[in-house]
Protein backbone atom coordinates (compact mmCIF):
# COMPACT_ATOMS: atom_id res chain seq x y z
CA UNK A 1 0.00 0.00 0.00
CA UNK A 2 0.93 3.68 -0.56
CA UNK A 3 0.37 4.79 2.81
CA UNK A 4 -1.67 8.34 3.38
CA UNK A 5 -1.71 10.49 0.63
CA UNK A 6 -1.85 13.99 0.83
CA UNK A 7 -2.04 16.90 -1.98
CA UNK A 8 -0.73 19.47 -2.56
CA UNK A 9 2.61 19.03 -0.45
CA UNK A 10 3.24 22.84 -0.63
CA UNK A 11 0.81 25.40 -0.97
CA UNK A 12 1.30 28.78 -0.83
CA UNK A 13 -1.33 31.44 -1.38
CA UNK A 14 -2.74 34.86 -0.68
CA UNK A 15 -4.54 36.20 2.08
CA UNK A 16 -8.35 35.57 1.47
CA UNK A 17 -8.56 32.78 -0.54
CA UNK A 18 -10.01 29.77 -0.30
CA UNK A 19 -7.20 26.81 0.24
CA UNK A 20 -8.56 22.79 -0.15
CA UNK A 21 -6.38 20.26 1.26
CA UNK A 22 -6.54 16.38 0.21
CA UNK A 23 -5.92 12.60 2.18
CA UNK A 24 -6.27 9.32 0.76
CA UNK A 25 -6.17 7.22 3.38
CA UNK A 26 -4.67 3.72 3.25
CA UNK A 27 -8.02 1.70 2.51
CA UNK A 28 -9.26 0.05 4.81
CA UNK A 29 -8.58 2.25 7.45
CA UNK A 30 -12.23 3.48 8.78
CA UNK A 31 -10.44 6.09 11.32
CA UNK A 32 -9.09 9.41 9.56
CA UNK A 33 -7.59 12.23 11.36
CA UNK A 34 -6.67 15.53 10.61
CA UNK A 35 -3.78 17.42 12.66
CA UNK A 36 -1.65 20.84 12.12
CA UNK A 37 1.45 21.26 13.15
CA UNK A 38 2.71 24.72 14.44
CA UNK A 39 5.78 25.59 15.96
CA UNK A 40 4.20 27.29 18.30
CA UNK A 41 1.21 24.64 19.29
CA UNK A 42 3.08 21.71 17.96
CA UNK A 43 0.28 18.91 16.52
CA UNK A 44 -2.95 19.54 17.19
CA UNK A 45 -5.71 17.62 16.66
CA UNK A 46 -8.29 19.02 14.13
CA UNK A 47 -11.31 16.79 13.47
CA UNK A 48 -11.70 12.68 13.84
CA UNK A 49 -13.67 10.89 11.14
CA UNK A 50 -14.86 7.60 11.92
CA UNK A 51 -16.32 5.60 9.26
CA UNK A 52 -16.84 8.33 7.11
CA UNK A 53 -18.52 10.56 9.68
CA UNK A 54 -16.93 13.44 11.66
CA UNK A 55 -16.96 12.45 15.26
CA UNK A 56 -14.96 15.41 16.96
CA UNK A 57 -14.42 18.69 15.19
CA UNK A 58 -13.43 20.55 18.65
CA UNK A 59 -9.83 21.21 17.44
CA UNK A 60 -11.07 22.91 14.20
CA UNK A 61 -10.01 26.50 15.32
CA UNK A 62 -12.88 28.37 13.57
CA UNK A 63 -15.57 28.82 11.15
CA UNK A 64 -12.95 29.57 8.32
CA UNK A 65 -12.12 25.37 8.60
CA UNK A 66 -14.22 22.96 6.96
CA UNK A 67 -13.92 19.10 6.60
CA UNK A 68 -16.11 16.48 4.74
CA UNK A 69 -15.08 12.90 3.92
CA UNK A 70 -17.58 11.88 1.28
CA UNK A 71 -16.57 8.75 1.40
CA UNK A 72 -14.03 6.04 2.75
CA UNK A 73 -11.16 6.97 0.28
CA UNK A 74 -11.15 10.65 0.45
CA UNK A 75 -11.42 13.66 2.39
CA UNK A 76 -10.56 17.32 2.08
CA UNK A 77 -9.91 19.92 4.69
CA UNK A 78 -11.20 23.21 3.57
CA UNK A 79 -9.96 27.21 4.93
CA UNK A 80 -12.01 29.78 3.30
CA UNK A 81 -11.03 32.49 3.63
CA UNK A 82 -7.48 31.66 4.58
CA UNK A 83 -5.22 33.67 6.51
CA UNK A 84 -1.47 34.16 7.88
CA UNK A 85 -2.12 32.38 10.63
CA UNK A 86 -3.09 29.78 9.34
CA UNK A 87 0.06 29.24 7.87
CA UNK A 88 1.33 25.22 9.29
CA UNK A 89 1.91 21.74 8.26
CA UNK A 90 -1.46 20.19 7.56
CA UNK A 91 -1.02 16.07 7.99
CA UNK A 92 -3.91 13.56 7.54
CA UNK A 93 -3.34 10.14 9.32
CA UNK A 94 -5.70 6.91 9.12
CA UNK A 95 -6.27 3.75 11.83
CA UNK A 96 -8.12 0.99 11.37
CA UNK A 97 -11.19 -0.58 13.30
CA UNK A 98 -9.22 -1.64 16.53
CA UNK A 99 -5.79 -0.35 15.80
CA UNK A 100 -4.14 2.03 18.46
CA UNK A 101 -1.87 3.95 15.83
CA UNK A 102 -2.36 6.34 13.33
CA UNK A 103 -0.56 6.18 10.09
CA UNK A 104 0.31 9.43 8.50
CA UNK A 105 0.68 11.25 5.34
CA UNK A 106 3.62 13.20 4.34
CA UNK A 107 1.97 16.44 5.05
CA UNK A 108 0.85 20.20 3.37
CA UNK A 109 3.25 22.60 3.80
CA UNK A 110 0.76 25.20 3.90
CA UNK A 111 2.08 29.28 3.60
CA UNK A 112 -0.71 32.31 3.39
CA UNK A 113 1.02 35.48 2.88
CA UNK B 1 -7.70 14.49 30.64
CA UNK B 2 -4.09 13.62 29.47
CA UNK B 3 -1.12 15.80 28.75
CA UNK B 4 2.14 14.83 27.46
CA UNK B 5 5.47 16.31 28.53
CA UNK B 6 8.31 15.95 26.72
CA UNK B 7 11.42 17.34 28.76
CA UNK B 8 14.19 18.14 26.53
CA UNK B 9 13.28 20.09 23.41
CA UNK B 10 16.54 19.72 22.17
CA UNK B 11 19.07 17.48 22.12
CA UNK B 12 22.56 17.40 20.43
CA UNK B 13 24.90 14.54 20.97
CA UNK B 14 27.77 13.17 19.26
CA UNK B 15 28.16 10.19 16.89
CA UNK B 16 27.84 6.78 18.56
CA UNK B 17 27.28 7.94 21.81
CA UNK B 18 23.97 7.45 23.90
CA UNK B 19 21.03 9.33 24.09
CA UNK B 20 17.68 9.52 26.19
CA UNK B 21 14.65 11.49 25.38
CA UNK B 22 12.45 12.14 28.46
CA UNK B 23 8.71 11.39 28.00
CA UNK B 24 6.34 11.94 31.19
CA UNK B 25 2.12 11.62 30.79
CA UNK B 26 -0.45 12.15 33.16
CA UNK B 27 -3.63 10.20 33.09
CA UNK B 28 -5.90 8.58 35.75
CA UNK B 29 -6.64 5.13 33.37
CA UNK B 30 -4.87 3.01 31.32
CA UNK B 31 -3.20 4.24 28.28
CA UNK B 32 -1.27 3.14 25.07
CA UNK B 33 2.29 4.96 24.76
CA UNK B 34 3.82 5.87 21.34
CA UNK B 35 7.07 7.15 20.12
CA UNK B 36 6.97 8.62 16.51
CA UNK B 37 9.78 10.15 14.13
CA UNK B 38 9.54 12.61 11.89
CA UNK B 39 12.93 13.23 9.66
CA UNK B 40 12.86 16.47 7.79
CA UNK B 41 9.74 17.98 5.19
CA UNK B 42 8.36 14.01 5.97
CA UNK B 43 5.45 12.85 8.11
CA UNK B 44 5.62 11.13 11.51
CA UNK B 45 6.60 7.36 11.61
CA UNK B 46 5.63 5.01 14.27
CA UNK B 47 8.89 4.14 16.07
CA UNK B 48 7.57 1.83 18.61
CA UNK B 49 4.80 0.95 20.84
CA UNK B 50 3.38 0.17 23.84
CA UNK B 51 0.38 -1.87 24.49
CA UNK B 52 0.00 -4.04 26.91
CA UNK B 53 2.86 -6.24 28.27
CA UNK B 54 6.38 -6.47 28.91
CA UNK B 55 7.36 -2.80 29.49
CA UNK B 56 10.62 -2.72 27.62
CA UNK B 57 9.52 -2.28 23.99
CA UNK B 58 12.43 -2.22 21.08
CA UNK B 59 12.18 -0.84 17.32
CA UNK B 60 13.82 -2.63 14.95
CA UNK B 61 17.23 0.29 14.08
CA UNK B 62 17.82 -0.30 18.16
CA UNK B 63 15.87 2.48 20.29
CA UNK B 64 14.22 0.84 22.65
CA UNK B 65 11.52 2.49 25.71
CA UNK B 66 10.55 1.31 28.76
CA UNK B 67 7.03 1.87 29.93
CA UNK B 68 6.92 3.06 34.17
CA UNK B 69 3.86 3.11 35.39
CA UNK B 70 4.70 4.27 38.72
CA UNK B 71 6.74 7.15 37.34
CA UNK B 72 3.90 7.47 34.37
CA UNK B 73 6.87 7.51 32.24
CA UNK B 74 8.21 6.06 28.79
CA UNK B 75 11.46 7.56 27.61
CA UNK B 76 13.53 6.22 25.01
CA UNK B 77 17.21 5.52 24.47
CA UNK B 78 19.51 4.21 22.23
CA UNK B 79 22.68 3.22 23.35
CA UNK B 80 24.80 4.69 20.04
CA UNK B 81 23.42 6.63 17.40
CA UNK B 82 23.93 7.21 14.29
CA UNK B 83 24.04 10.70 11.94
CA UNK B 84 20.91 9.29 9.83
CA UNK B 85 18.74 9.26 13.75
CA UNK B 86 18.66 13.26 13.57
CA UNK B 87 15.42 13.92 13.64
CA UNK B 88 11.94 15.05 15.94
CA UNK B 89 11.45 12.85 18.08
CA UNK B 90 7.35 12.91 19.66
CA UNK B 91 5.89 10.95 21.83
CA UNK B 92 2.45 10.37 22.33
CA UNK B 93 -0.56 9.06 24.47
CA UNK B 94 -3.95 7.06 23.98
CA UNK B 95 -6.47 6.28 26.39
CA UNK B 96 -7.17 2.94 26.22
CA UNK B 97 -11.31 3.74 25.04
CA UNK B 98 -10.36 6.71 23.07
CA UNK B 99 -9.86 7.50 19.87
CA UNK B 100 -7.26 10.42 20.29
CA UNK B 101 -3.32 10.77 20.12
CA UNK B 102 -2.20 13.37 22.58
CA UNK B 103 1.61 14.47 21.68
CA UNK B 104 4.47 16.35 23.25
CA UNK B 105 6.20 19.09 22.37
CA UNK B 106 8.48 17.20 20.06
CA UNK B 107 12.38 16.62 21.05
CA UNK B 108 15.17 17.59 18.10
CA UNK B 109 17.93 15.37 17.86
CA UNK B 110 20.91 16.21 16.25
CA UNK B 111 23.90 14.23 15.87
CA UNK B 112 27.04 15.23 15.12
CA UNK B 113 30.14 13.65 13.61
Known amino acids: DAGVIQSPRHEVTEMGQEVTLRCKPI?????LFWYRQTMMRGLELLIYFNNNVPIDDSGMPEDRFSAKMPNASFSTLKIQPSEPRDSAVYFC???????????FGQGTRLTVV | AQSVTQLDSQVPVFEEAPVELRCNYS??????LFWYVQYPNQGLQLLLKYLSGSTLVESINGFEAEFNKSQTSFHLRKPSVHISDTAEYFCAVRRGNDYKLSFGAGTTVTVRA
Open chain 1, 27 to 31: SGHNS
Open chain 1, 93 to 103: ASSPQGHTEAF
Open chain 2, 27 to 32: SSVSVY
